[in-house]
């Protein structure tokens, strides 16, 4: 069946670099992809979106890569604040939304 | 974007009984949608809310086990039913209207003792 991946549960990052969290989708049906972030004790906050239509999309401080080639999908965080200390969740849409496992993301000091 | 607001924020019930669970929206909403997250992982989709009929429920999810009801347009309501330590769980309510993406409320944290 469909599945929404991502490649590690955890990633720590020092501070101040740039954070790359990666997921791999299998379903070439799907047309619409979104990056959530979950902080402890909240529900998923969305952070950016990105259409099948297109490759990169850029907001502030992240963006979205796809890869529709390879069904793969990253979020890059530039500049890694502690505030960025989160759970990390891929999501696709085909008619409706699958997540993917989440990846927790480490600031080191 | 919306504003979600779910109650309880969280509860510690007993094995046997039934919690309902209550999803306010600020402003009309086209779908809103019932989820479960179990402790450590990724969330499920349970249902869609439909307005002014019944929901529509994904695979391993039923009725009797989790009733939904949508009133209007800013309003659902999840009972998880004759609960069992497994329901442990953020149960979270999150609705799309139109183009813009789904938004989640902060979830009820359930404890079946």
């Known amino acids: 069946g469909e599945s929404v991946g991502l490649h590690l549960p955890t990633l720590s990052v020092q501070e101040g670099d740039n954070s790359i969290i990666n997921c791999a989708y299998s379903?070439?049906?799907?047309?619409?992809f979104i990056w959530y972030k979950q902080e402890s004790g909240k529900g998923p906050q969305f952070i950016i979106d990105?259409?099948?239509?297109?490759d990169k999309r850029q907001g502030q401080r992240v963006t979205v890569l796809l890869n529709k080639t390879v069904k793969h999908l990253s979020l890059q965080i530039a500049a890694t604040q502690p505030g960025d200390s989160a759970v990390y969740f891929c999501?696709?849409?085909?008619?409706?939304?699958?997540f993917g496992k989440g990846t927790r993301l480490h600031i080191l000091p | 974007s919306a504003v979600i607001s779910q109650k309880p924020s969280r509860d510690i019930c007993q094995r046997g009984t039934s919690l309902t669970i209550q999803c306010q929206v600020d402003?009309?909403?086209?779908?809103m949608f019932w989820y479960r997250q179990q402790p450590g992982q990724s969330l499920t989709l349970i249902a869609t809310?439909?307005?002014?009929?019944?929901?529509?429920?994904e695979s391993g999810f039923v009725i009797d086990k989790f009733p939904i009801s949508r009133p209007n347009l800013t309003f659902s309501t999840l009972t998880v039913s004759n609960m069992s330590p497994e329901d442990s769980s953020i149960y979270l309510c999150?609705?799309?209207?139109?183009?813009?993406?789904?938004?989640f409320g902060d979830g009820t944290r359930l404890s079946i003792l």
């Open positions: 999501a696709e849409r085909d008619d409706k939304i699958i």
């Open positions: 999150s609705v799309e209207d139109g183009d813009q993406p789904q938004h």
């Open positions: 379903n070439s049906a799907s047309d619409y």
């Open positions: 402003s009309q909403v086209t779908m």
């Open positions: 809310a439909n307005q002014g009929s019944e929901a529509t429920y």
């Open positions: 990105i259409r099948s239509n297109m």
